[in-house]
């Protein structure tokens, strides 16, 4: 299945899928709520020290890093 990275660690510009989400359910669900399930396409296009700019099924927003931790990618 290759490696898997935290989002958190995906450098800016890039665009990798989702493979797994971690976390308390209600962290999931709510993750899912804004797109992030397995096999979506996520793109880093911003990193700040508190978060992430990130495009996901054509939305862009932010996620602060106990967020983008739980979320892993290949």
Same mark, same amino acid.
């Given at each position: ?6 989002? &958190?660690? *995906? #450098?800016?510009?890039? &665009?990798?899928? *989702? =493979?797994? %989400?971690?976390?308390?359910? #209600? ?5 899912? #709520?804004?797109?992030? *399930?397995?096999?979506? #396409? ?7 020290? =508190?978060?992430? %700019?990130?495009? *996901? ?7 602060? &890093? ?6 892993? &990618?290949?």
């Amino acid at each position: 299945m290759g490696a898997q990275l935290p989002l &958190t660690m *995906v #450098e800016e510009g890039t &665009t990798v899928e *989702v =493979s797994r %989400i971690g976390g308390a359910a #209600e962290l999931r669900q709510h993750l899912a #709520e804004l797109g992030f *399930v397995v096999g979506a #396409e996520v793109k880093v296009v911003s990193r700040a020290s =508190s978060g992430l %700019i990130v495009s *996901v099924k054509g939305a862009t927003f932010a996620i602060d &890093t106990s967020m983008a931790r739980r979320i892993a &990618t290949r």
